[in-house]
């Protein structure tokens, strides 16, 4: 195994502290596979029970009528998320979209949205308004209001409940982080604050932004109330296998919303037809549950490894998780760099480039990102980026398999004790 590793670029004293490392790990990478276990009997439980057959896997063309994998695919979601319906569709294109879709078409011009955990995720900023941009939310009189987390990462009850008034229609609840410094909500945190809100006013719809959260945990959090549940196919839900599109699981009325304003008036669901692509949905959906797990292992690897190292991670090392993201703060940009090319290095596809920082559109600052993945832009596949600027962290998730994820966390270290950022402690700590 160690040679096989050293021809791939693995120094030996690499590979023995990522061991050592490894040892300390095995309770929690225990209850990691239990809670794969757990999820993929959901889904196959799902998938039983909806009687997907060969059928299924066939697609349609044109408008798609009677798309009998498609109807059977969303059923399935339904069943796993407990929820009434669902939507899921390749014309969905990334989880922005399908975040955009669940607002726009459950609120109408004078309603108010309420965001009660901070500012969401940077995109959502030009859906709402927050930014001004073409289109928004905000163009369409829907007024937003914010309250923010407490320092310590609570629920600032006292202003949520001050912020909710005869107006307040929806509830934006985002579970991950994202690349935010405030901490990834539980589900059980999730369900705490729905029930207050709708304690306060129980006819509010309660929306989850799921977005890297799906199948961390047992529950979901449509589980503990939320009416719809919200994201993306190129991340956890698909498995590696989705090559695009997204979904919103929940009540019925929320889904047809979503529905006729993501085809037409008229149409809602009846349209759409589902092309190829039938077959990666399905069994990206089935490989979900492992999937994840192994990028959950990842984190947590290169929590314990970077915070050994004396780095600050977020999550810390023996924290709960919640979402499948890593921060690593490495205080420089030559760190950032070194890390970010290590990851590139570990990649199946364009290990062979070297990623260098860049003005991004939509950025204040530089932005490295590393990539290699078999659908472009998936972040359930290896990958990390960084903003370069202080305090000059890198964020990184995915690995479609543990054993690459592990690989890909080796390989930034090697790349970082190449140019002399990292030392490795000495032998027998
Ligand atoms: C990724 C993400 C989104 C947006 O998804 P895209 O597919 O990149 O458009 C929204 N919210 C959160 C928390 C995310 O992580």
Redesign the pocket.
Known sequence: MQSLYQSLGIAPRIYTFGAQILAGLEERFKKIDETAEYNQLKVLRAMQKNQVSEACLLGTTGYGYNDLGRDTLEAVYADVFHTEDALVRPQIT????A?ALALMSNLRPGDELLSPVGKP?D??EEVIGIRPSKGSLAEYGIIYRQVDLLPDGSFDYDKIKDAINETTCLVTI?R?K?YQTRPTLSVERIGELIAFIKQIKPDVLCMV?N??GEFVETKEPSDVGADMVVG?L??NPGGGLAPIGGYIAGKKACVENAAYRLTSPGLGKEVGASLGILPAFYQGLFLAPTVTAGALKGAIFAANIYEKLGFAVVPNSTESRHDIIQAVTFGTPEGVVAFCEGIQAAAPVDSHVTPEPWDMPGYDAKVIMAAGAFVSGS?IELSADGPIKPPYAVYFQGGLTWPHAKFGILKSLQSLADKKIVTLPREGW
Do not use: A, F, N, R
């Open positions: 990334c989880g922005t979209h975040l995720y995109t959502l985002q991950s994202g932004d977005c890297y993306s190129i991340k972040s």
